[in-house]
Nanobody, 116 residues
Framework: QVQLVESGGELVQPGGSLRLSCVAS?????????MGWYRQAPGKQRELVAS???????YYADSVKGRFTISRDNAKNTVYLQMNSLKPEDTAVYYC?????????WGQGTQVTVSS
């Protein structure tokens, strides 16, 4: 079983940038064809933000298209989410998981707060 650890979240001003990382502390993400970044804002359901396959096929939610970039480095066992032009509505806890997500792959998440 792969254990995933997210990091990189912090408080940032609107228009700012962050890069989130998701490291597999055990197991290998190479064995997972599609990895995804998800987020959950207060009072809202968790949603898929972006995903990437081992072949490099990517998907983005309409709300982040053109601003966020997902990438993966299987040799480093890491998935990244580069977030630019951040907006207050991007405030949420961000998680990585397989796509489709499975309950036993959820980590603690990393908090992203976009506020002036």
């Amino acid at each position: 079983q792969v254990q995933l650890v997210e990091s990189g979240g912090e408080l940032v001003q609107p228009g700012g940038s962050l890069r989130l990382s998701c490291v597999a502390s055990s197991g290998s993400i190479r064995s997972i064809y599609t990895m995804g970044w998800y987020r959950q804002a207060p009072g809202k359901q968790r949603e898929l933000v972006a995903s990437i396959t081992n072949d490099g096929i990517v998907y983005y939610a309409d709300s982040v298209k053109g601003r966020f970039t997902i990438s993966r480095d299987n040799a480093k066992n890491t998935v990244y989410l580069q977030m630019n032009s951040l907006k207050p509505e991007d405030t949420a806890v961000y998680y990585c998981n397989k796509y489709p997500a499975t309950w036993n792959y959820w980590g603690q998440g990393t908090q992203v707060t976009v506020s002036s």
